[in-house]
């Protein structure tokens, strides 16, 4: 090795030694104020922070209890970070990286969340469980995604109703990716409400249609709830939206 390369090796191996002692609270000076957290143990490297709370459209979703790992040589070879999040049953793990052009991915995404919060941000009123398992996702520079691959399951899926929940099923939407874009189709594991549909996604459009059947989709709140983007057909109902992300 010629003295060059040997100094530039010691000054990598210094410099990455002394931000290895850097302490995980500075963390908490840095993250955007959609961010807070609190309790910080360990290193920038690799730490944890008791207490994480993110801000979605001026909404608190706890993310709880957090760790990361960060991988500098993942910006040559791979995932830069590892991420965990444990909040109660909700469970969060994900591999994050730098692609080009400004894009990132995110790798091996497996998330398990309670769907009430979503009436706080949506006029939704949907309950359930959603269980992700998203092998990779690239999202470029304007944050629209542009490949995907895995699946995304809802479980026990419920209609909140004035008049009393209304159960519709469990259902799955397997993900993958092609020259044309991004697809998904949705097919119904089991429940009241049988959803057969697809999604598509192609350079910042999507285009969703489904068919609803079954008990539940004669269920007289259920249809209230969806007129206004459901028209009837010769079984029960059909779903066709488009519009750009």
Do not use: C
């Not at 590892?82 to 990132?104: V, Y």
């Not at 949907?126 to 269980?131: A, D, S, V």
């Amino acid at each position: 090795m010629s003295l060059k390369r040997s100094i530039g090796f010691a000054v990598f191996v210094a410099v990455a030694l002394l931000v290895s002692r850097v302490p995980a609270s500075v963390i908490g000076s840095i993250l955007p104020q959609t961010l807070t957290a609190s309790g910080f143990t360990g290193t920038v490297w690799r730490g944890e922070a008791a207490h994480v709370q993110a801000e979605v459209q001026g909404q608190p979703f706890a993310l709880g209890r957090v760790a990361w790992t960060v991988h500098p040589l993942g910006l040559l070879t791979g995932d830069v970070v590892t991420i965990k999040s444990r909040w109660g049953s909700q469970r969060i793990d994900l591999a994050a990286g730098i692609g080009l052009g400004g894009s990132f991915y995110l790798n091996d995404v497996a998330v398990n969340v309670g769907l009430d919060w979503v009436r706080k941000l949506l006029p939704l009123y949907i309950g359930g469980q959603l269980r992700t398992d998203i092998a990779e996702l690239v999202i470029d520079a304007d944050g629209k995604p542009t490949a995907a691959q895995g699946q995304v399951v809802w479980e026990d899926a419920t209609w909140r109703a004035v008049g009393g929940d209304v159960s519709l099923g469990t259902y799955a939407v397997a993900i993958s990716s092609s020259d044309d874009g991004i697809e998904a189709d949705v097919v119904t594991i089991k429940g009241a409400l049988v959803i057969d549909g697809s999604v598509s996604l192609t350079e910042g459009r999507y285009r969703l249609m489904a068919d609803l059947s079954g008990p539940a989709a004669r269920n007289e709140a259920f249809q209230q709830a969806i007129a206004l983007i459901a028209v009837p057909n010769g079984s029960g109902y059909r779903i066709e939206l488009s519009g750009t992300l």
